[in-house]
């Protein structure tokens, strides 16, 4: 069994749980049975999350609001759940944001705390939480990458390079942690209907056409499925699987020119 069943000592740890995809995979290991921690800065939407999820499935939920682009709150996070009393036996690694526009003209702050939310503490979580999981002989983690991690994309320099971080990593623990009791799914979607894209800035039309976009609920979903069967890589949604492969294999002296002349 890869997603360990749920237990009253152990927790699905969801960050980025207060809006799109992060919601809805705290969802999907409700809805299964197990005991969550929710996380992200904004503690009334976290709040919100949890009554729903209490009155529909009738599970422990926490609320622990962090930055997570900050060390200090990721080490204030382990320890809070260490008070609990609670194992981490699902880790879903999903807070992050992206940043729309040119390397030069981008706010160095914002890009720099992209860097730490999006590598960073996505590194650390899973450092400080897999080696129990290993010794318990079980647990779950997932990475969320993107389809961006499977090429450069102009205009997202930075954002597609921290997922191309990410992707590297959930490939290499997949392999490294499964003799170990521990699965690792990589996730990878496109373009998601979510707040990601007032953030990040720019112009959704850039991320691709109609028929590439889809639901959080419905990424969320494949990547618990892509969880349960120990999948390595879950590229969610068919016609982003077709985009993945050519990202992944249009020679570079090509894609990138094509990217910047179609104006992203
Ligand atoms: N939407 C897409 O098209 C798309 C495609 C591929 C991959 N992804 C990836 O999917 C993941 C989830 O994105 P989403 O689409 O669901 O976007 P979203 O709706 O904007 O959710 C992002 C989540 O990250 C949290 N977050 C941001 N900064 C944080 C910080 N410093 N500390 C703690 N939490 C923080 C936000 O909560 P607070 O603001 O409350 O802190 C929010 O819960 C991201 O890693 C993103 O890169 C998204």
Request: proline share 5%.
């Amino acid at each position: 069994m890869s997603l360990p069943n749920p237990r009253p000592e152990g927790a699905a740890l969801v960050t980025g749980a207060s809006s799109g995809i992060g919601a809805d995979l705290a969802r999907e290991l409700a809805r299964r049975g197990h005991a969550l921690i929710l996380v992200a800065r904004r503690a009334d939407r976290l709040e919100e999350l949890a009554s729903e999820l209490r009155s529909e499935h009738d599970v422990r939920v926490e609320v622990l609001p962090a930055d997570l682009s900050e060390r200090e709150g990721r080490n204030d996070l382990l320890e809070r759940i260490a008070g609990l009393g609670l194992e981490v036996d699902v880790l879903l690694n999903n807070a992050g944001y992206g940043l729309s526009g040119r390397f030069i003209e981008l706010d160095a702050d914002r890009q720099d705390q992209m860097i730490r939310l999006n590598v960073e503490a996505v590194h650390h979580l899973a450092r400080a939480i897999a080696p129990g999981m290993a010794e318990r002989k079980s647990g779950a983690i997932l990475l969320l990458a993107s389809v961006a991690a499977f090429q450069p994309v102009f205009g997202m320099s930075d954002y597609a390079a921290t997922k191309a971080f990410v992707l590297s990593l959930g490939e290499t623990l997949h392999e490294e942690l499964k003799s170990r009791g521990v699965t690792v799914t990589t996730l990878c979607p496109g373009p998601v209907k979510t707040e990601f894209w007032e953030v990040a800035g720019g112009a959704q039309g850039a991320a691709g056409a109609k028929p590439m976009w889809t639901t959080s609920d419905k990424v969320a979903r494949e990547a618990v499925e892509g969880l349960e069967k120990g999948a390595r890589v879950v590229v969610p949604h068919g016609p982003v699987k077709a985009a993945a492969l050519g990202g992944r294999y249009t020679p570079r002296s090509i894609l990138l020119p094509l990217m910047k002349k179609t104006g992203m």
